[in-house]
Each structure stands twice: as C-alpha cells, then as structure tokens.
DNA sequence: AAGAGACCATGAAACGTTTCGAAAAGTCCA
DNA sequence: TGGACTTTTCGAAACGTTTCATGGTCTCTT
C-alpha cells in the first residue's frame, strides 16, 4: 500500500481547474470580499465537487494561530478520573463546538521545565485554558511570556498571583453561607468541619469562609469542630471519628468536598448511627458518586460544566476585543437537597 | 500591547548564530547522522540556549503528519459525561504520553456529511481512535479513504464491518460468564436478564452470551425471565418490575450495564426487598457509581483504561510495520465481588 | 471621450520546517 | 600527490495556505 498516493484537493487545484488565481480561492473560502459573485459561485461550486478541505494545518503555519483551545493540565497520570476535572472538560467541548474550534489536551510537566508558553509555541496554540496550577513555582513569568505573544487565556481555578487575569471558579464563600443556612435551618448548633486541602485554592477559602460565618449563623464556635482532610475520600474517612469521638460530637458535619462527605459517612454508618436521623452529612461539589451513596448526599453543585463554557467565553472576548478587561468570575452554585440531612 | 512582537526563535535564528545552514540545524533537531560531534554539541548548545522549541505546525505541514492522535467520537453534547467514556480517554492519555503525541479531540457530524477521513485531512491527523460508530450510515468508505492515505486507526468498540481493522472491546461472552457462573455458584437458578440498547455493538453481543449460556449454567430457560432495557438508569428502573411482577420471580436479576442495575436496584429497595437477601443483582461495566450504591453493586470491570491504551498501541504498530496485520483484540473483563449478591 | 474612482483579480512573498541533490571537505591508499 | 571514496555541509525547493501591493477592467461623470 502506497502512502499519500491520493493527495488532497488543494486551493492550487481548484484554482486550476477554475481558471483563476490560487489567491482568489482563498479569498473565496475565507469570505472576504472583492470577489465577483458570480465568481464566487463558481468556485464554491467547484470546490465543491472536488471535495476540498482546508488544510488547517498550513492555515496555521501562516497566520500563527491554530484555531485550536489547547487545554493544560498538571502532570498527573489520573488526571482524567476525577469527575470534577471531566464535567468542566465537558463544558470546554461545548465551546469549541461553537467558536468551531478543535479541542488539544496537553499535561505540563513543570518539573521537566515546560512552560504554558513553550507549550503554546510548539503548537501555535493561541487560546489557552490552565486548568490547575502549582502554586509552589512562579508562574508570573509564563503568563507575562503569553501576554507578550497574544495568546490568550483563562484559568479554571483561582487565580492567586498579582496579575489581573481572566479567571473563572466557584464561589466559595456563597456555597458554604447555602450549606450552613441549610443546617441552621434544621435545627443544627454544633456543625463539624473537614477541611479540605491546604494547599489548594479552593480548600483554605472554603474553611476561611466556614469560620467567617459560622458565628453569624448562630453555631457553635469550637476550634475541636474543625478538622484538616485533604479532598479525598480517604481523608474523610480517617478524620470523621475524632468528630464523632468528641466529649460533645456533632449534630451534623460538613466536609469541603463530597469525597470526604462519603468517606465520613461509611465511618457513620459502621458505627451503626443514622443519616441523617443521628447525625446530618453535607458535602461540597455534586460529583456523580454524591447521587448515587444512601442516603443520597445533600451537596452544593458547581455549575462546573457551565465554568468550563465560560472560561473559554472570557479567552475568545479577550482575543476579540483588545480593550475588554480580564475578568475573574465566581460562579454561584447550588444547593442540591437530597437525603443525607 | 502588541502582538509576537517578540516572533519566537526559529531553526534559522539558530542557524544565522551557528554560522552554518539551518538544513544542517535541522538535520540536529531530528538526530540524524550526517553531522559530525564538534558541530551537533556547538548547535545544540547555542539552541538550548536561545530556548528554541520546534514548530510543530511547520513541522507537520511538511510531513504531512501531525504528531497527534486524534479522537474522535460521534456528535453529542453529553459525550463527555459518560464515565465509561472517560476511563477509556485517560488510557489513550497515558499512551499519547508514551508516544510523546499530543492529544485532539472531535467530534463527528455525520448529518453534515463530516466524514473521518476529513478530519484527517483537515488537521493532518495521521492516528486516529474512533471511538463509536454510527453503524446505520455506510463506513467502509471512510475506512477506505484512511487506508488509501497512509492514515492509521483503531476502533474503541466492536467493529461490526467486513473489512479487517485494529479494533478493541471487552470481551462480552467471557463477562456474561463470569455473571452467570457467580449466579450459579451461590445457587441461583432463576436469573432475570435486563438487556441492553440493540442498537449497539454491545448489547446483542451480551444477550446472546446469556442466551448461549443459561442452558449450560443449569439456570431456567424462560422467556420470561428476558426483558429489553436500553443501558440507561431510567430503562432498569422501568423494566425491573416486569421481572419482580413474575409468578415466578426471580432470585436474581443480571442487568446488561451498571446504570440499569442501580435503576432496578432502586426499586427492589423500593419495594422493602433486601439486596442480596431476597434478591441478588449484578451488573456490567463496574462505572465508578458502582462502587458507591448501597449496597455496593457486584459487576464485571471492563479494563477500559488498558482498552484506551491498546487502541493507540495498534495504531502505531501498524504504523511502524507495514506488514502487521490489523487485530481485533477482545480485553478480559474481570470479576468484582461486592455486597450486591 | 477622457479622467477618476470603484471594484476585481493577480502574482509574489511569506510562514518554519524537511528533504534531497550537489558541493565541499576529509580520509585513505597507491 | 592525486584520484577515489566517504563524510559533512549547503542551498534550493517544497508543503498549502494568507496577505498585500500592483495592475487591469469596469462605470460614471464632466
């Protein structure tokens, strides 16, 4: 079997074929105007028949931009098993379905020195979503090196450097004030706490926001009912006995983030209590698993599809307007009522 | 601000400081011979130093391939939802890193006429995963034209055409076996069977495994006992109660994928029935909800992850070797004992 | 009927690579 | 020392587009 036997149709060849210019194809296939139209018919037509495609590679040689979103994440070989990751990734296809653009997933190996922007060079990526950031290295060089180049890009997390970039998350503070009004409201005074990860954006705004507004909300302010996990489920699963070991164990515990809610209840549940009739569970998140655990979990969605959609939004706004101002968006969730309280 | 106002090094830039052609610079890049120690060592320094990066796009341009592997999957919005899906994309993840290919995504409009080959040709995609099939439109033509054009491909799914092609799937009979053989084991004879979507490659398969099977397994043969679920949640909870309203109920019941096994298990819990107690259920798929229902669903895992894998591993394989004969390899599931029966 | 505009179409250059035939530089041996 | 190799380096062409200055062709006005 020969290779490239057939080679494809080319600009070239309907230019031929139609007698003109090469140049006026394109200018035909690209809609521009100062074309006759009834030359304009007439290529369309042939281009046509001869099934011609844009080689969008060449396109992209030329005018530097891939019309590509290239999607950056951490080096992380289990990236794509977390559930939070794939419903925003769900969102971003969204939106290149409509700007039409093609969908590029690349993991950063910071500890290899890649950098978003050589990653963007590489492959003339010229919108970028940064999905996730380690913050122990500095990354104010790498977006000055993508400003500098017009390539544009969101964050899908928060944002913690100086700069004003564009930036879309939940918000945080909105979703813990839905969680603790939700449990005030049934009755609950002693609220536990399992805290998320430290190092993360999201895990110390949640726990900052628990403290701002537990007193406002009338709870019991105890340093003992705080607790320190991580996001996962084994974290909940190891820190929920020294709530319920507590001399005065809470009437109700909240966990940062749905894995530790799960991990806490299995704990609950072999110790032979009821959910919620002893002890009143909320988690943060609305991951898939949250639906399907008995009792079925009473959590806050992240509208997470609807912050991928929007991350993508803010880069193409940005690179289609150059005075529009980077935005950083938090999102407002939603309390899911099930049964776990 | 202006934009690639600081234009990124190119193999010429090194060149012009190396003193020598930059065909020479790029004979160093791609380490061919032909170039003697004094002046590889001399030019990789000066481009380490310069911070080149290659161009990938010009690259492709001129190869014709793109250093890519592209995914592609049939046009539906809630693609990306699917777990099952999911798992599969983090093993070809896994495999584009291996192969140090970055990763593209499509998805397919057949009602536009969009055809795989192309996408192929519009991106210079040279690997493709096809990840679906709409087996009501003709595809031997597609799979002719990437044959023809040098462009190679595996199915992530049976493929159910003439042609011989690199294809991977769980391997269904031996699933339905492990199923019926645990049913057995514990003493069940009346297995009702919840079928999956017919319209897939899957679903026939798995039912006729059962229907080849129960004689075998001493399990009653009874019409009855079969009824046409579609793989969704809401088809197990609507055909479970045909099952449960028998004369003869059944003592088990085997749903053809997880989802439908948690649909019938809701209303078998509904109804004050114990699981496994009065009734055991299985299901197929082991999709990361599985392991979170109450109880815990007992299933087959598909090794999807390693399927996503193989897929890439063929596709390159017989791209390295002319001679490989396209395989259709069908993965061992395995077996997951939970608390479900 | 000629000059001024407006509109169309063209051809060449460019994008950053790879490839390949040919030139240049080494090496070896007689 | 010169011819015959071999190895190294070079230069030009090519990949399929877009862009842009230039020139040609209309149509209108005076």
Redesign the interface.
Known sequence: ?K????S?ITIKDIAKKAGVAHSTVSLVMNDREHVSPKLREKILKIANEMGY??????R??IS?K?S?VGVVFPEN?????I?YF??I??GI??AC?KYNR??????LDQTKGESYY?IS????IDLMIIMNVDYTRDISKDIQDL????IYFSFLTKYLGKEKVNSVCVDNYEGVRMVLEHLASQGHKRVGYIAGNPNSADGPERTQAYKALYKKMGLDQDEELIVQGDFTFESGEREAPKLLDLKKPPTAIFAASDYMA?GAMRVIKERGLSIPGDIAVMGFDNT??A????PALTTIRQPLQEMGEKAVDLAIRSMND?SFEPQSLAIKPELIKRQSC
């Open positions: 079997m290779r490239f036997e057939k494809s495609m844009p080689n969008m590679v060449a992209s040689l530097k891939s590509t070989p289990h990236f794509f098993t559930t794939l419903m990734i769900e296809q969204n379905k093609a969908l590029m997933f690349f993991s050589q060079r590489k492959w003339l400003r500098d180049n017009g799960i898939l698993e639906a399907y655990v008995e150059e």
